[in-house]
């Protein structure tokens, strides 16, 4: 018969993790990250030197952008790789990544968790079109983020006389997961977690490659009284930790919040908006949501459209969901995004973007940083620093209808609406419309040619994508393309048909 599950403290698990180790991290920005491991194991390091020469791998980005989630692994010597699909939540690994001091991996976030499964299954990669003419592709730069990085770990193959990517397995040797509860078997429960994430192809990759499985938890009970409710049995778990409150908060905003865990409320509500140009885009992409649809809300100004759908009570119109798992209710914003207000269901990570990958989303809301003459966009690398594309590839590429939200120009910029008619009071720094975008997590000319429906709304205007690139199709009222917009761009539309945005967008409430 099998024992008891081992209860350690954090220190006396992370001393398992052996130098060179490729080590699996689960979480999601601020939700389902093990903390106390991942201070515990940084506090390793510091006090001893060791483990060294870890390779870091996490499908979705997991800090504060300070101290916290997978910054507790940057430090020269801890790491010798990361394959990583989010960045900009973590900037210290960014630093070592742009420093040149450890190899660095972008991979689309919807690729890494379904890699866990074949990880696991001992499969040879993930084969998908996912990437495709990106900076993913190896005939661009194939994910790789610096010069010290060599190792190839995506190829381009052919299958059945069509273009594909393959993307490459490894051995994982450690995973760190996080549940809820941990019964005397060690089976893990998720009942007080915002998401599942991708902790079961996690767990099984790890031991079918004979390395350990780490789980941190809340609390220990005797039985799991559903075993349906089990997310990792405890015959994949090696050690549990029992994490003290302060490390173990259901995302890096919130202590607990019960929304996150809760079955939907009719007529559930979110806090009025102000008024803002983010505003008015966040109502310009409403526009393009249809009743009945399935959607997906980036993080950042694509919230807008959930909070201004609330105000106009079409939240029960269309289905709003997250990587991450949830479906339906309401996105949580900043460090809890990933969850959701009252969701209907959530389930784990990979199989939502097998939904995703396969066309299942009507349209996704999705941010810009830069947007190119040929539609192309770049979320990823910009101002000095690595944000990564999180599950932007996988949700950009396969979906159906898409919109990039993002304000014509970037840095202090200014806007006033008066009689629905919209002024440029200050002008942004930055332009966002320019000739060749920095790296391509978006490509335009391929969404042309596949037929997909593609806007671009900001504040004074909406372009659409064309086979010959951007085309001009609104402007908001009181906007002078020839002041306003065309000298603000780093090439010039098509502006032949347009016509004034919905004056419904430009109200002061």
């Keep these: 018969m099998r024992g008891a599950a081992r209860i350690l403290s954090a ?3 992370v001393a398992a993790i052996a130098s060179g180790a490729t080590v699996a991290v689960g979480g999601f920005v601020g939700a389902g990250h093990p ?31 300070g101290e916290r989630g ?14 990583g699909g989010h960045w900009n939540l973590a900037p210290r690994l960014g630093e070592l990544a742009l420093e040149n001091k450890i190899e660095a991996y972008n991979l689309p976030q919807g690729v890494i968790c379904v890699l866990y499964r074949e990880i696991a299954a001992k499969r040879p990669g993930v084969f998908t079109k996912t990437g495709l003419h990106t900076f993913i592709d190896p005939v661009q730069m194939g994910g790789r983020l610096n010069e010290r990085t060599k190792e190839p770990l995506v190829e381009r193959i052919i299958l059945d006389g069509e273009l594909w990517l393959r993307y490459r397995t490894f051995p ?4 760190l997961i996080r549940a809820t509860s941990a019964d005397s078997q060690g089976n893990l429960s998720m009942e007080r977690e915002g998401l599942i994430g991708d902790v079961l192809p996690m767990a099984q990759a790890a031991k079918n490659h004979g390395g350990i499985v780490i789980a941190q938890v809340e609390r220990i009970v005797d039985r799991i009284h559903d075993p349906k409710s089990v997310c990792v049995p405890g015959i994949l778990v090696d050690s549990i930790t029992v994490a003290d409150a302060a490390l173990h908060a259901q995302t890096f905003g919130e202590q607990f919040n019960e929304n996150y865990v809760s079955a939907p409320i009719k007529g559930a509500t979110l806090e009025a908006m102000l008024f803002s140009e983010r505003k008015i885009i966040g109502r310009r992409a409403l526009n393009e949501v249809r009743v009945g649809e399935v959607v997906n809300l980036g993080i950042g100004l694509p919230e807008a459209v959930a909070s201004v759908a609330a105000e ?4 029960e119109e269309f289905t709003l969901t997250l990587e991450s798992g949830p479906i339906g209710g309401v996105p949580a914003s900043g460090l809890s995004f990933g969850c959701s207000h009252f969701p209907e269901a959530v389930i784990d990570q990979p199989a939502q973007f097998d939904f995703y990958d396969g066309g299942g989303l009507d349209i996704a809301v999705l941010g810009a940083v830069e947007v190119d003459a ?15 594309v999180g ?3 996988n949700i950009a590429q396969n979906t159906r209808r898409l919109v990039f939200c993002c304000t014509f120009t970037a840095g202090d910029l200014e806007v006033e609406v008066r009689e629905r008619h919209l002024r440029i009071l200050k002008e942004g720094k930055h332009a966002k419309f320019v000739q060749r975008v920095g790296q391509v997590c978006f490509h335009g000319p391929t969404a042309a040619a596949n037929g997909q429906q593609v806007l671009y709304v900001t504040e004074r205007a909406v372009f659409e994508l064309t086979k010959t690139g951007l085309a001009l199709r609104e402007v908001a009222p009181g906007i002078d393309p020839a002041k306003d917009i065309l000298p603000q761009m780093g090439f010039v539309p098509c502006t032949k048909h347009w016509c004034l945005m919905p004056s419904d967008c430009f109200t002061n409430l």
């Design 312 to 315: 106009t009570g079409r939240l």
């Design 11 to 13: 220190e006396e698990a």
């Design 374 to 388: 040929e539609g192309s966009v770049n979320v990823s690398s910009f101002a000095g620093r690595i944000a990564g």
């Design 391 to 393: 599950g932007f590839v």
């Design 70 to 83: 997978l910054n507790h692994f940057a430090h020269e010597g801890l790491l010798k790789r990361v394959v």
């Design 172 to 175: 994982i040797h450690v995973a």
């Design 35 to 65: 903390e106390a491991l991942s201070r515990a194991l940084e506090a390793r390091f510091l006090g001893c030197g060791f483990p060294r020469d870890l390779t870091l791998v996490y499908a979705a980005g997991q800090g504060d952008r």
